[in-house]
């Protein structure tokens, strides 16, 4: 080997120290203690550019890493960003201070990601592992909860039973649950496929069905107009005279298009129902888990 070759060789290894002492560097207690400085004044780019800087050993289970996946977590949550925070706050172990609350916002996370049986398998794993009574309410109102997302009225009726109101706000959270309960339970479910019937049959009479008067309206007297100009022309000059192709094409057009606009409505109608009642079922597991943190 070239004395050449050993100079390159030596600035290589000098160049990559930096990056393979980054690599195994392992967060220090006092990194962790300014990022929960960085946490309570909000600063949660600063934070994250903090702990980017060093890669820890995740195997490690440690006091250390636990702060700081509670810390990048519950980041993450703040930001909106809840597949980043529950993979973090999946990971602080039942031994760290922030197991429980932890445990609950990762629940949330899912249940907003609409990933409902993780959450519910989350509950489970913590009500059989976890002595802590303090949470046994909350664990209740969030079990009802994902069992309402589930549409499980049977399920939420079981651990309704259960419910202490010990403090007011679980008072409120099975109030909104409660309403909910009831609501889905008494809701007639809309069929887009009788809708499209309707107004096969009778022009707009499907958008009726799906509670759109004003464009059932719309829907029956444009197609009826076009019809009747169409029926007029072809007793007057035929059926092939342009006039009545003209107005019988557009009177078709408007014929498939409010059949298909009839069953596009109840799926709109169906989708903004269901989402109205998820977000009174979220609002409510979310509220006690917020009063007892935070």
Same mark, same amino acid.
């Given at each position: 080997m070239t004395r050449k070759h050993l100079c390159v060789i030596l600035i290589l290894w000098c160049f990559s120290m930096p990056c393979?002492?980054?690599?195994?560097?392992?967060?220090?207690?006092?990194?962790?203690? $300014?990022?929960?400085?960085?946490?309570?004044? /909000?600063?949660?780019d600063e934070? $994250?550019?903090?702990? #980017?800087?060093?890669?820890?050993?995740?195997?490690?289970?440690?006091?250390?890493? %636990?702060?700081?996946?509670?810390?990048?977590? +519950?980041?993450?949550?703040? +930001?909106?960003?809840?597949?980043?925070?529950?993979?973090?706050?999946?990971?602080?172990s039942n031994s760290s201070v922030f197991y429980d609350k932890s445990t609950f916002f990762s629940v949330f996370d899912y249940a907003h990601l609409g990933e409902y049986d993780k959450a519910q398998t989350i509950l489970e794993k913590y009500s059989a592992s976890s002595p802590n009574s303090k949470y046994n309410e909350a664990l209740t109102v969030n079990l009802?909860?994902?069992?309402?997302?589930? /549409? %499980?009225?049977?399920?939420?009726?079981?651990?309704?039973? #259960?419910?202490?109101?010990?403090?007011?706000?679980?008072?409120?959270?099975?109030?909104?649950? +409660?309403?909910?309960?009831n609501t889905l339970d008494n809701h007639k479910k809309k069929s887009p496929f009788v809708a499209g019937v309707f107004s096969a049959v009778i022009p707009g009479a499907g958008k009726w069905y799906a509670g759109q008067i004003g464009e059932a309206l719309t829907a029956f007297f444009t197609v009826g107009i076009f019809s009747a100009?169409?029926?007029?022309?072809?007793?007057?000059?035929?059926? #092939?005279?342009?006039?009545?192709?003209?107005?019988?094409?557009?009177?078709?057009?408007?014929?498939?298009?409010?059949?298909?606009?009839?069953?596009?409505?109840?799926?709109?109608? /169906?989708?903004q129902f269901n %989402? #109205?009642?998820?977000?009174?079922?979220?609002?409510?597991?979310?509220?006690?888990? /917020?009063?007892? $943190?935070?």
């Open positions: 393979f002492t980054q690599i195994t560097t392992s967060i220090k207690s006092s990194d962790v203690e $300014f990022g929960f400085y960085l946490f309570e004044k /909000r600063n949660y934070l $994250f550019l903090l702990f #980017n800087q060093t890669q820890p050993k995740i195997e490690q289970n440690t006091p250390t890493l %636990d702060s700081l996946h509670y810390l990048l977590g +519950m980041s993450h949550y703040y +930001m909106k960003e809840l597949e980043k925070s529950v993979f973090h706050l999946q990971k602080v009802a909860g994902i069992a309402l997302l589930k /549409r %499980d009225l049977k399920s939420f009726d079981y651990f309704a039973k #259960n419910f202490k109101f010990e403090q007011y706000y679980y008072t409120e959270s099975y109030n909104q649950l +409660m309403n909910v309960r100009i169409t029926a007029e022309n072809w007793v007057k000059n035929g059926f #092939n005279d342009w006039k009545t192709i003209t107005f019988g094409t557009i009177g078709s057009i408007f014929y498939i298009g409010n059949i298909y606009g009839s069953v596009a409505s109840v799926k709109v109608y /169906r989708n %989402d #109205n009642q998820n977000h009174t079922i979220l609002l409510g597991i979310h509220l006690p888990v /917020r009063a007892l $943190f935070e």
